[in-house]
């Protein structure tokens, strides 16, 4: 197969699905691992598809439909990594000696709870992930949520427990981010997101500027629910005066590490 073959296929199959890995890709092309990679550098180059940490991604809000793939959290988790740092960064400031705060699944919340990890706070969290860096890292009070382990999206919930905790802030992330709300697509993190709101004063989105683009198919909360927005510094003037008409408070995150 030629090179331009190759590379046809590798698009064509990220039409069906979000990522593939450089192993499943050698694998299912019968080449080797530097002529995988060397296909994915073409076609980030081309901008047909996004190179990211151990393969290839589709676009993001490339889906059928208009309609955007759940991320699985271990490919999320190495995109747009020093956005979230400083998004993490930023959000961290609003928290205070003594609080107690709710801290979701996803991975620009795992980096806020690392950096919450040594402060005198309570912490909840159902995010596996977080629940064992905290344990073997962390000295805050931490409360992990009862109920069974869904691995994908690696969390932790209960359809019937009642959550044990109320806190002054809920941090939760988005897969996207519009005029109707948080977005999600799979339907037990819009689950969670809505019953963990109901235990919290106020909420607190932590989403990279990309999300605005990102159309999920289901509400997790509309945008009068939510409290403040942090996200980084590439949002743009029309999504900001957006959320702003919405009576949503943002606070920007810059690359330089500055907060505005």
Known sequence: MSDSGRQRQIVELLR?????SVRELQ???????????????????????RKVYGGISALDGASHAGVAYARPYDEN??????????????AATMV?????VIVHGGSTCFHLGVKLADRNIRLYTN???????LSDHGHCGLTVAGGELHREPGIIHSLTQAVPFYASKFFLGAQGL??????????????????????????????????LSIHARN???????????????????????MLEDAGVTVRIASTSGAIQ
């Open 27 to 49: 694998e299912r092309l019968g080449v080797s691992a530097a002529t995988v990679r060397r296909d994915i550098d073409r076609i980030d180059e081309a901008g047909e598809a």
């Open 219 to 241: 509400v997790a909360l509309p945008l009068t629910r939510i409290g403040t927005l942090v996200t980084d510094d590439g949002l743009a003037d029309a999504d900001a005066r």
């Open 16 to 20: 069906d699905r979000p990522f593939a």
């Open 127 to 133: 995010s596996m992930p977080l629940a064992a860096y």
């Open 96 to 100: 205070r000696d003594g609080d107690a």
């Open 178 to 211: 519009g005029q109707e709300g948080v977005l999600e697509s799979h339907p037990l993190l819009v689950r969670s997101i809505v019953d963990l709101s109901l235990c919290a004063d106020q909420i607190v989105v932590l989403a990279d500027s990309r999300k």
């Open 77 to 90: 988790r190495d995109l747009a990594v020093e956005a979230k740092r400083q998004i993490a960064a930023v």
